[in-house]
Nanobody
Framework: QVQLVESGGGLVQPGGSLRLSCAAS????????MGWYRRAPGKERELVAG???????NYLDSLKGRFTISRDNTRNTMYLQMSALQPEDTAVYFC?????????WGQGTQVTVSS
């Protein structure tokens, strides 16, 4: 069973930065797609950013320029660099990974943007 463990969340002031990490229990070469999703209070889960095994990325339009997704195949880890954070970015951020046969979710990490 694939395990995905997120880390790096926390409390940050508006305008600040955080880097989220998603560590996989197996080689991320096995995943044809990985992504970050978030669920804000009272809202549905939404895609934040995704990256294919070939390095092609996609982002929620409103986040382009502030968030950057990347993956380090040598560390079996995916990252989400977030900058210029705003209170509306407050949410639980989830890691997702997909193989040819299944999709897997992490447990989520809380990001709170508040002064």
């Amino acid at each position: 069973q694939v395990q995905l463990v997120e880390s790096g969340g926390g409390l940050v002031q508006p305008g600040g930065s955080l880097r989220l990490s998603c560590a996989a229990s197996e080689s991320i070469f096995n995943f044809n797609y990985m992504g970050w999703y978030r669920r804000a209070p009272g809202k549905e889960r939404e895609l934040v950013a995704g990256i294919t095994s070939g390095g092609v990325t996609n982002y929620l339009d409103s986040l382009k320029g502030r968030f950057t997704i990347s993956r380090d195949n040598t560390r079996n880890t995916m990252y989400l660099q977030m900058s210029a954070l705003q209170p509306e970015d407050t949410a639980v951020y989830f890691c997702y990974a997909r193989t040819k046969w299944s999709g897997y979710w992490g447990q989520g990490t809380q990001v709170t943007v508040s002064s």
